[in-house]
């Protein structure tokens, strides 16, 4: 139980979360349509669980390697103004999201798979790896979940850092 107490202590400043898209808010495969298209599936809990975060006055991004339509639709479709796509160099696209926000290491989360996020897992105050992640990954996070990427766990952060806050899952009720 100190554990879970842990988390929630390191959850409680967050001001903002981060996450990584394939292998975190996807299950990591790329799909492919016969005319080329890439398609995504995303997770709906992981979507309730940021929209929720996003009303109740929590900051949300995305910062991925990879560029795709589908990703930049779907983050404007659960309110997430922040989205950076097309960044290897995560670490510098954190550092001016924290100057452009005015936030600390400290109020910062971020969720990640492999071995491009540890930059900012390196610095931020709680770093989150999914189920599935690259052992290195693990090895830094402060929380590892026990959900996949793609498969809720976006959601867990979000219900652990609502948790922490003491904010209602009302979806109704913007910020407390």
């Known amino acids: 139980m100190a554990k879970k107490n842990d988390m929630l202590a390191l959850a409680k400043p967050i001001k903002l979360v981060i996450f990584d ?3 975190v808010l996807t299950d990591g495969g790329l799909y492919f349509t016969d005319d ?3 398609i995504k599936k995303f997770n709906v809990k992981d979507g309730l669980g940021i929209s929720m975060l ?12 990879r ?8 983050m404007k479709s659960l309110g ?13 696209t954190y550092e001016n999201l924290k100057v ?20 900012i ?10 189920a599935d ?10 929380l590892t979940l026990a959900q996949c990427g793609g498969a809720g766990a976006g959601r867990a952060v979000c219900d652990l850092i609502m948790q922490a806050q003491g904010l209602s899952h009302d979806f109704t009720q913007s910020q407390q």
């Open 21 to 23: 898209v394939d292998g």
């Open 36 to 38: 080329g298209r890439e």
């Open 54 to 65: 996003v009303k109740k006055g929590v900051e949300v991004a995305v910062i991925t390697g």
């Open 67 to 74: 560029s795709s339509v589908i990703v930049a639709d779907r």
């Open 80 to 92: 997430v103004n922040h989205v950076y796509q097309g960044r290897m160099n995560k670490l510098e």
């Open 100 to 119: 452009a926000l005015g936030i600390t290491d400290e109020e910062a989360a971020f969720v990640g798979d492999d071995v491009i996020d540890l930059p």
């Open 121 to 130: 897992m390196s610095r931020c105050g709680l770093p989150v790896a999914v």
């Open 133 to 142: 992640a690259h052992e290195e990954v693990k090895a830094v996070a402060k």
